[in-house]
């Protein structure tokens, strides 16, 4: 079988970016210093703490015994959590939370209660309920602030999730306990190894969008999506870890030229193919049998002239292109076409096609409110500028069934009486009957 790249085009050859096994990187802690919103005083204030879900005191620096930026949290009593999703990281992501905690520096502590130290637990989605007990605080004075036993403490799990959610939790259960004498934590960091990026994922099955708002889970995906009903409403955040581009399945275009000649036939056929973009919100909809509102669909329905017509209409589709010119420094393409004329050379007893090798490029990313801290996260896929497409002339054996059709006689008539007798005359020359002859004229022949 012989391959041949129709020469109407480049053939640069897309290969899959090299993704080399994945190092450590961080993961941003929102606020892991606790430093927002600023405070007055030295604390226990309870406040709500920028970025993070809970009830819990919180001390300055100073009254917390340290000698950095970084304020100390108490969790309260048994059962209070305090609470944060790791923005960006993705299902499958092995991740490393690295924190400090210390007894309570509260002077409302009785010795007893923290000479021992102070139990709590840290979990995250995935990960397994690590328990936890502070250093002791021996001899301290009843009536008087501690002044922090601060040690280094690690917690590592496999994400089960999406923005996988981190939670401490208290379990300081003597209901006589004064509530501000619990263990604390501060300065909160954290490190990742994101999972493989999986390129075998059909375009067609992107996976199912799913959107948060601080660090609930949204249940209802079109109130984030309504959030972004706006042309600088939302903004769309690419993560290039997990964005490539990549040659998609061959497809034959038109039909296949059957050479059953003795001769090499020279084939002109004129290709014309298209491609078109999916994404994952449209699917997450599709799959639930529900329709999506006009305001938030991305131009993928597969209706070219409905799409480009509605385009500047749809806040979502101007806030992905304008970040991914940004980040690629060239235009996204929802939709490409193109034609070619190929003049194909078969050779005797072969067959001949032409298959498309289009150029896809595919960025995962999250769209986020600018006012609400709705993220939505979303795949797209589409057709790519980045190198051209192929097309790839094909020649080969026929098939058994091809063969057969080649041998087979061709369409007759019967002839019902003397099919194999020998033919009686011919007819040669003969335009009419003979002339006749003149008298005294002798005819020879």
Request: with cysteine; net charge neutral; hydrophobic share 35%.
């Amino acid at each position: 079988m012989r391959l041949l790249v129709v020469p109407v085009l480049a053939s640069l050859a897309l290969t899959a970016p090299a993704f080399a096994a994945p190092a450590e990187q961080p993961v941003p802690v929102l606020n892991g210093d606790f430093a927002d919103p600023a405070m007055k005083g030295d604390g226990p204030t309870t406040v709500g703490i920028d970025n993070w879900t809970g009830a819990n005191q919180r001390y300055s620096p100073a009254a917390s015994g340290r000698t950095d930026t970084s304020h100390g949290v108490a969790l309260q009593k048994d059962g209070n959590t305090l609470q944060q999703r790791l923005r960006g990281v993705r299902s499958g992501a092995q991740v490393t939370v690295s924190y400090e905690d210390s007894p309570a520096v509260s002077k409302e502590c009785l010795p007893a209660e923290v000479e021992n130290g102070q139990p709590y637990t840290v979990d995250a989605s995935g990960g397994t309920v690590q328990d936890v007990t502070t250093a002791g605080d021996p001899g301290r004075v009843k009536g008087t602030p501690g002044g922090g036993r601060w040690t280094q403490r690690s917690y590592r799990f496999t994400a089960s999730e999406n923005e996988p959610l981190l939670t401490f939790t208290s379990r300081v259960a003597n209901s006589k306990t004064h509530i501000t004498c619990s263990p604390m934590v501060a300065r909160i960091r954290a490190v990742e190894v994101p999972p493989a990026v999986d390129q075998t994922v059909d375009r067609t099955a992107l996976g199912t969008s799913e959107a948060f708002k601080g660090n609930e889970k949204e249940k209802w995906l079109h109130n984030a999506l309504a959030a972004c009903n706006g042309e600088n409403a939302c903004e769309f955040r690419p993560d290039r870890r997990t964005s490539f581009r990549y040659y998609g399945q061959s497809r034959v275009l038109g039909e296949t030229f059957v050479n059953c000649t003795r001769n090499t036939l020279e084939h002109t056929r004129v290709l014309s193919f298209a491609e078109r973009s999916h994404d994952s919100v449209a699917q997450t909809y599709a799959d639930a049998g529900q329709s999506l509102e006009e305001v938030a669909r991305l131009p993928t329905s597969g209706d070219r002239t409905e799409d480009e017509k509605r385009l500047k209409s749809r806040p979502l589709a101007a806030q992905f292109a304008l970040a991914y010119e940004k980040a690629w420094q060239r235009p996204w393409q929802w939709f490409s076409s193109d034609q070619r004329t190929v003049v194909e050379r078969v050779q005797p007893g072969e067959v001949s096609w032409v298959e498309l090798q289009p150029t896809r490029e595919r960025v995962e990313g999250w769209f986020v409110s600018k006012k609400d801290d709705y993220r939505v996260h979303a795949v797209v896929d589409g057709p790519s500028r980045a190198v051209p497409d192929r097309l790839l002339q094909r020649t080969g054996p026929m098939t058994g069934a091809e063969k057969q059709r080649c041998m087979a006689a061709r369409p007759m008539t019967t002839t019902p009486v003397g099919a194999d007798a020998p033919a009686a005359s011919a007819d040669k020359g003969l335009t009419g009957p003979p002339a006749p002859t003149a008298p005294g004229v002798r005819r020879l022949g």
